[in-house]
């Protein structure tokens, strides 16, 4: 497995992704709604967005969230990329930490990292191409119909 992490040809990786979203942003460009739709599925389904979407995750020196997990070996890393799918998507909830901060107190929200910050960073990467939000609610990960929504 962490022969599979350390293998991954980063910068064709990145170079895969730009390009699936350029075609998407063609097609939402050209109000091809059928198209758009096809494309974003096959993006955040693609193993470039998942990769690059752990390593995002994984670089970051975030706390682990809710359910406990944090990524520090190549291993838990490549099985994190392999087992992310849209399928069955059931948000964990947030773990309430209180902080003190300039003597105040207050609460910050931190999510679960296994599966909350993956989706995000492969939806935005599906959505970031072309500036328009309308298409997929992150927080809930279900996909809405452009051509409805005003």
Same mark, same amino acid.
């Given at each position: 497995?962490?022969?599979?992490?350390?293998?991954?040809?980063?910068?064709?990786?990145?170079? %895969? $992704? @730009? #390009? #699936? !979203?350029?075609?998407?942003?063609?097609?939402?460009?050209? /109000? *091809?709604?059928? %198209?758009? %739709?096809? $494309?974003? /599925? %096959? $993006?955040? =389904?693609?193993?470039?967005?998942?990769? $690059?979407?752990?390593?995002?995750?994984?670089?970051?020196? @975030?706390?682990? +969230?809710?359910? &406990?997990?944090?990524?520090?070996?190549?291993?838990?890393?490549?099985?994190?990329? !392999?087992?992310?799918?849209?399928? +069955?998507?059931?948000?964990?909830?947030?773990?309430?930490?209180?902080?003190?901060?300039? &003597?105040?107190? /207050?609460?910050?929200?931190?999510?679960?990292?296994?599966?909350?910050? *993956?989706?995000?960073?492969?939806?935005?990467?599906?959505?970031? =191409?072309?500036?328009?939000? +309308?298409?997929?609610?992150?927080?809930? &990960?279900?996909?809405?119909?452009?051509?409805?929504?005003?």
């Amino acid at each position: 497995m962490a022969v599979i992490w350390r293998t991954i040809d980063w910068p064709k990786m990145e170079q %895969e $992704l @730009a #390009k #699936k !979203q350029q075609d998407l942003a063609y097609a939402a460009y050209n /109000r *091809q709604w059928d %198209e758009v %739709e096809r $494309l974003q /599925r %096959e $993006l955040v =389904c693609s193993w470039a967005a998942r990769v $690059l979407a752990v390593r995002a995750v994984a670089d970051t020196n @975030a706390q682990a +969230g809710v359910d &406990g997990v944090r990524w520090k070996s190549d291993i838990d890393k490549a099985r994190a990329a !392999q087992t992310l799918t849209n399928r +069955g998507y059931r948000p964990l909830p947030y773990r309430h930490t209180e902080i003190e901060e300039n &003597g105040k107190h /207050r609460v910050i929200h931190v999510p679960a990292q296994s599966i909350v910050r *993956q989706i995000t960073a492969i939806s935005s990467s599906s959505i970031a =191409c072309f500036g328009l939000t +309308g298409f997929i609610s992150i927080e809930i &990960g279900q996909w809405s119909d452009p051509r409805t929504s005003t």
